[in-house]
């Protein structure tokens, strides 16, 4: 089914009653993935083919529905179907957009019915906005190709908790960088004018020195002169 289904008709291509045994109405295609069966091992690939739908043109991956369109459905405890549920939650985890925003709530959809007796139908439905582009935080993404997924390169995205860690890292970094850069450039001056430096504290000790001087002498004189009256008074 390589006819592109407009996105607000998109569930047309589901709005369907699946009966065992029968044959589904629409061949796989760029909307549309066929799964025999849901199993754990698969996740990633899951994922990429999610990723593709929201870069493509939205779509649905079908469990329980054979490649040549047969509908199976497929057993489900009420263990897996959690396990299918919390899959799908994890995606608003580390799926989001290229601009880094969480993707909405009903961006990705899941649809479960029975068919038989504990025979299952699995629908994961996904919706994309217009003009946006998806991605997972490691930068990895796909699109979608007629009935398969193209991978994509894609710049690496970062949560608000590794962005205000790399903030940190920096902020640390550039003080590091300024208080080594104020000891070398101390130690340039230390070394340009340690000899200038050396020459005026010489010349403020000989000045002080000098200063003492005068002061012992001026006491000397004083007492020279002081005896000297008493002489004169006695004498």
């Not at 961006?107 to 997972?136: G, L």
């Amino acid at each position: 089914m390589n006819t592109v289904v407009p996105l607000n008709k998109l569930d047309t291509l589901i709005n369907y009653r699946f009966l065992l045994n029968d044959t589904f109405r629409h061949n796989e295609g760029i909307q549309l993935e066929f799964k025999k069966s849901f199993h754990t091992n698969q996740y990633q690939k899951y994922r990429e083919t999610i990723c593709a739908f929201l870069n493509s043109y939205g779509g649905h991956m079908i469990f329980g529905v054979l490649n040549d369109c047969t509908i199976k459905g497929f057993k489900l405890t009420n263990t897996e179907k959690d396990n299918i549920l919390l899959f799908v939650d994890s995606l608003h985890c580390i799926l989001k957009k290229e601009n880094g925003e969480q993707i909405h709530n009903d961006t990705i959809k899941v649809h479960t019915e029975e068919i038989a007796k504990d025979i299952y139908i699995i629908i994961i439905s996904c919706y994309n906005e217009p003009n946006t582009k998806y991605q997972f935080l490691s930068g990895e993404s796909w699109e979608r190709l007629h009935a398969s997924n193209k991978r994509i390169n894609m710049g690496k995205l970062y949560s608000a908790i590794d962005v205000n860690k790399i903030k940190i890292k920096m902020d640390n970094k550039i003080k590091e960088e300024v208080n080594n850069t104020i000891i070398f450039v101390g130690n340039i001056l230390e070394k340009k004018y340690a000899k200038e430096i050396e020459l005026q504290k010489n010349k403020y000790i000989l000045h002080a020195q000098k200063i003492n001087m005068i002061i012992i002498l001026s006491y000397l004189f004083i007492i020279v002169i002081f005896y000297y009256k008493i002489l004169n008074i006695f004498f």
